[in-house]
Each structure stands twice: as structure tokens, then as C-alpha cells.
């Protein structure tokens, strides 16, 4: 069997910092990627980034802290996200983010920015490149190309993970499928940085015990955490989870929903109806607060409601619909399923699937209210027209999901812990296959998905490449 130092799995946001850190400090990486390309859920994801203290915000005298940024965090997570790791990954973004800077990452000139697609920080800490996550990428990808071209990274690409199992003799096996048929290698330490699951509809119904909308990158369907789990580590935080607000079913598009519509108040005030499954509303639209909007989706059957709207409110209202005109849109309608029109609204209820005496109500009671000057049912501020000039528009929308929540049990150290809570030897894991909810909670945490990756596989690559194998264990890991 081969013998092997260190093993990382997955050559995304958490495994290449992992990989080029480590190599650095001397130890012998073999980096294995199930795709044929090095970069992960960086060549779809956003790449937004979080980091307090920086050198940008002090260009901009913008007075921010870690300290901050942790109670930002905990606040807008209610305490759901694990302050261990929290604590861990803000203390230790901003260097993280310099060490970007240093080695080219561009960011764009008005960042740092308060975000408003999550919960708003309390102070500018969020960072975008230009080129979202693939500006990331061009910045990690070259201290993995050159390390494995100095012959200090064996890079195997194409090979999955099938399983790992613990040897008394021989530390860790891990079993592999690559185009030379499987094989198995015995290994000194292991670091999972395979990612979450969201490509992976079966497991993260069962896991989330919700449908799958979207998805993330198509090799993200949770090896690494199926393996660990086997190997006797834990699943954390089952109980977290929150759709994104909102996608729309789109054939065209990787995972079949994108964003088509513009649902955020900061951004534009709504103008439409918001209706669940038999025609009731279920939030009140222009809520500033997306996670309030975000919480009562996720409890709807199927996390699915549909947006109205009137032909009056079309032709006056600012564009509903992001990126298309209307002749482009209106091509969808009654074509598409998440596309439907109507002539009367007892006609719409029956092509969306609704009560058609509750929509009627519904409709009623919010164009009375308009009409009235009377409090709005829903306690909705923003109502320009009632909805009452046919042809009646409905468009259907998701809860999308692209990252997931759930993922591997570890300490402090990082370690993958077993269901005592204590450390598997040599196991270490990095990035989405701890979940979104490990730093974010039960809420959406800006940029706490991509930068406590490469910040937790930066810091475990220092460590881990600094110190022999028993060293390592027996040491937190720090910044």
C-alpha cells in the first residue's frame, strides 16, 4: 500500500490554502480533487469575503474589530453559530485578506460595503473581486500550480473519494476512484476540504429534510462527509438551515433556478404580492429584514410562493425582472412552469394551483386596504396600486439553496471529532464540509462561507506544515 504524509481532499477554497501552506512548511502534500480542475465551488460561487480590521477599512477610517465582527455575527445567528470557530475564523479573516492583497486579489474600488443580500453588518466589513469568487481564484490557484510544478504538491486530479477507515498500523486508508481503477493509500494525516453538499438532492433531504432548489458545484455532494462519518465522526448542526429569498425555475441555468427577479426592498420596493401555495400571504413583502422573509419561506410547503402582479403595475412600476425586458420576459408566461398569466383572478388561481376563493380574499383584502387608507393586513408600508387590471401575472419562487448547513462535527483544533467528542486522530477538516451553519449558525452570515475556508485550510496547512505528526495533534491551531 502507498504510504503518503499528508493528504488533502478537495482543491477548493479551504484545500488549496491548505495544500500551499503546508507545502511550504515542508511537508510532502498529496492534493486529491475529484473534478478535472483545480478551484472548487470558486469557479460559481460569489466569492464574497468578510474580514474585520483590515487595511481597507483603515484607508476608508472605517473603525471596525474581530470583536465586532463576533458580535455581529452572534447577533444576527441568535447564538446558533459555534463561537469556537467563529472566534477562531474572525481573529485570524483579516490576516487572511492581506495575504490576498499581497499576492494580487483585486477588490472593487468601493469595498468594503454593507451588504444587504444578508442581514446587514453594522459596519462596511463585506469584499467582493471583480470577478467574484473567480478573482479568488486566480490569486489561489498560482501557489498551487507552482508548488506542484517545484514537485512539493503531488496533485491528483479526477480521483473520488470512496472511503476512509481508521488502521491501528497504518493511521488512516483512504480508498480512491480514479480512471486507473481504485486503489487505497495509507496516510499520516488527512485534511477534508470537500466541500458541502448542496449538489446532492438525496442527502440533503435527508440531512436538511428539505428539497433541494439550485445547488452548488456539481462534485459538491458530501464524500467527504459521508466517508468521515463512517470513519466515526459526527454530523453538526442538523437543525440549521435557511433558503436563500428568492430563485426562479429557469432550465437554462446550472441547477435549474437562478435569480430572475428583484425581491429585496433595499434595492427596489415591491410592488407585487407575495402568496403562498393556496393563494394567502404569508410576509409582509417590503420587510427590510431578508432574514425575517428568509424564515417564513423556509416554513412554507415546498418553500414556494408566487409573486403577482397586475398588467398596470407592469407597465408602471420599475422592472420586476433582472437583466431582461419585458418583450423577453413575457415570452415565459403560460410557456414556462414558473411563468403564469391569466384574464380574471379566479382564472389564476386555477393555473397557479390555488384556493380560488383564498386568493380572491387575499387580493381583496390588500386592494381595500390601498383604497381605505387602512393599515395594510400584513403591516406592508409600500403599496403604490392595488392589483386590480387584467391580464394577472404570477411568478413562481423558491427557496434556493446553494450551500448547506449541515456538515462535519470538530473541535477547536479543527480536528473531526467522534460522537464522545473526542479527536480521530490525524483527521482534520476545512471549509463547506463543516457547514455553513459552523460560522454562520442558523442564518446567513455575510462572508462566512469562503473567507473561514481559506482561513481555517491557511491555518491548518501553517500548523500542519510546521510540526511533525505528533506535535500537530497535540497543539491547538492558531493564526
Known sequence: MEQLDLVILGAGAAGMPAAAFAASGGRRVTLVEVADRIGGSLHLSSGQMSAAGTRLQAAKKIVDSPDRHFDDIMRISGGTANAELVRLAVDNAADTLHWLLDNGLEILPDHPIIHYGHEPYSVPRTYWGPEEGRSVLKVLAPQVEKAVSDGRIDLRLGTRLQGIRRDNGSGLVLTFDSDKGRYEVAARDVIIATGGFSANPELFRELVEKPLYGGGWDYNRGDGLVAAVKAGGTIANRDHFLPTFAGVRDPD?????TFATQTYPQFREPWELYV???GARFVREDDPSVDRRERALRELPGMRFWALFDDRIRREAPSF?????????ARRFNKLPAYRCATSVSELAARIGADEATLAATIRAYNDAIVGNAPDPMGRQHRPLPITEPPFYAVEHLGWSIVSFPGLGVNGKLQ??????QPIPGLYAAGEVLGLGATSGNAFCGGMGVTPAMTFGRLLGT???QASVATAAAHPVHG
Request: charged share 25%.
Open 253 to 257: 441555468a446550472h441547477g435549474g433556478v
Open 276 to 278: 403562498d401555495g393556496r
Open 321 to 329: 425582472f433582472l437583466g431582461a425586458e419585458w418583450d423577453t420576459v
Open 416 to 421: 473531526v471529532v467522534d460522537g464522545d467528542g
Open 463 to 465: 500548523r500542519l506544515g
